[in-house]
């Protein structure tokens, strides 16, 4: 098998002799499922390569995602909430979570655990800094060259390298979930370190869907995010531009009241573009590659270790990868779909579309519906509680076969 973002598993170890082996480097989902491997006690005599051309020695994202069970990777959280807040004009309300909570995981955390992880396992895992070139489907193996040219066979390839996409417009829908955030620390008590402002969506919309996104660490130290779900990226200065029209309006703070400890930027496609999983009988993708960032949410880590763990399941019982390796329910598809097609057509619908899932129904449901685990009949709710009338056009558009424009 070879992540590579290649997991290789290798047929024989003359493949590694002539490498320069270097114990860091791996995005989430390349290590996600070696860690999950490296859990599975009767995979432990497979021989698993990990290439990965950075260093990965800086944080550079922050993970948040919500379970309702324990995940492998809880012990790592720097944040675990049990409320979320939404709010948007004519509309705010604080929702307890139930079973759920919502954790936050640091990038440079999670690359360490799983690095201390691969190389308490030395016989088993290999970490090289290469930068895959090719991956070859072979008639009873795969084959990775990297740009420097060393060549790796192995039985399966797990390629995690980031999607290159060939846009069709005419045929789907292309958006970005984009973000800049500043991680605050202030001179006093200013958040409550009990409640993630999930969607803040009382700014000027822009034609668009854009919200604020507050993780508040403690009192006095939060992550504060301008978020917007569009086409195109904004100049940094823009998005700053909102943070501190935030931080000034409604956390009241002037300068000199904090300072920026940190600095996030982000996009992630959401996307209709078909992602398969599969490249090959011995080649199958992972991560973003593979469509696990949701197209309607661009929610992707809680995706990316439900992957692994199937992807593993099967390995271990039946020694190869499923024949599906997501699982995915054709009809979130068509929902992912509808919602892009809305916030292409009419991004500033989509406040209203999430201030009517927020206000009839219980925050429960929405994340199994985001998680993708809800019943035809509570689909059918959800539907019934959002208006009609973009979803009908959208729908239209769909059975047409062209995405919505403005
Ligand atoms: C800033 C940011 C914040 C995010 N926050 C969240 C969040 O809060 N919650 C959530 O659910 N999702 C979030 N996401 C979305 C998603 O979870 C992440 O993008 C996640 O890292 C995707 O995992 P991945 O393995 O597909 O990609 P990556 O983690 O980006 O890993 C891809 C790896 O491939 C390597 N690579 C690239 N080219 C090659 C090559 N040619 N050969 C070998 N390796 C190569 C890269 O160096 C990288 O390590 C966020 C994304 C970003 C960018």
Not at 99 to 104: I, L, S
Not at 184 to 205: A, N, S
Not at 289 to 314: E, N, W
Not at 369 to 384: Q, V, Y
Request: glycine share 6%; aromatic share 12%; charged share 25%.
């Amino acid at each position: 098998m070879c992540p590579a973002a290649s997991l290789c598993h290798a047929s024989a170890p003359r493949f590694f002799a002539s490498l320069r082996l270097s114990y860091r480097g791996g995005g989430a989902a390349g290590l996600s499922l070696a860690y999950y491997l490296a859990q599975e006690p009767r995979l432990a005599h497979k021989r698993v390569l990990l290439i990965e051309p950075e260093t990965k020695d800086e944080n550079d994202r922050t993970w948040s995602f919500w379970a309702s069970e324990p995940t492998l990777f809880d012990g790592l959280a720097v944040g675990e909430w049990s409320k979320i807040a939404f709010r948007s004009p004519g509309f705010e309300r604080v929702f307890a979570l139930g079973k759920y909570r919502y954790r936050t995981i640091r990038g440079l955390d999670f690359y360490q655990f799983v690095h201390r992880a691969l190389a308490a396992r030395p016989a088993q895992f290999t970490v090289v800094r290469g930068r895959v070139a090719t991956v070859e489907n072979l008639p009873a193996g795969a084959r990775v060259t990297t740009e420097e040219g060393v060549i790796f066979n192995a039985v399966y390839v797990f390629d995690s390298r980031p999607p290159r996409m060939q846009r069709q417009t005419g045929k789907y829908r292309y958006l970005l979930q984009h973000f800049v955030g500043w991680e605050i620390e202030t001179d006093r008590t200013v958040f409550d370190p009990e409640v993630v402002e999930f969607m803040d969506f009382r700014g000027e919309q822009h034609h668009e869907a854009r919200f604020m996104y507050v993780l508040p660490f403690s009192p006095r130290r939060a992550l504060v995010e301008y978020t917007l779900f569009s086409a195109q990226p904004l100049a940094k200065e823009e998005y700053e531009q909102y943070i501190l029209d935030y931080v000034v309006n409604t956390l009241r703070l002037k300068p000199g009241d904090y300072q920026i400890v940190a600095q996030e930027q982000g996009a992630i496609p959401m996307t209709d573009h078909p992602l398969p999983a599969r490249a090959g009988a011995h080649v199958i993708n992972l991560g973003t590659r593979a469509g696990r960032a949701k197209p309607s949410t661009g929610y992707a880590f809680r995706r990316i270790q439900a992957q692994s763990a199937r992807l593993v399941a099967a390995l271990a019982a039946t020694g190869h990868p499923p024949p599906d390796p997501t699982g995915d329910r054709w009809q979130f598809r068509l929902f992912d779909t509808l919602l892009l097609d809305i916030m292409q057509r009419r991004g500033e619908t989509t406040r209203d579309l999430f201030r009517q899932l927020f206000e009839r129904n219980p925050v429960e449901r929405i994340f199994r519906f985001l998680d993708e685990k809800t019943s035809w009949a509570d689909n059918l709710r959800i539907m019934n509680s959002v208006a009609p009338g973009p979803f009908m056009r959208s729908i239209a558009q769909v059975l047409r076969g062209r995405p919505g424009q403005r």
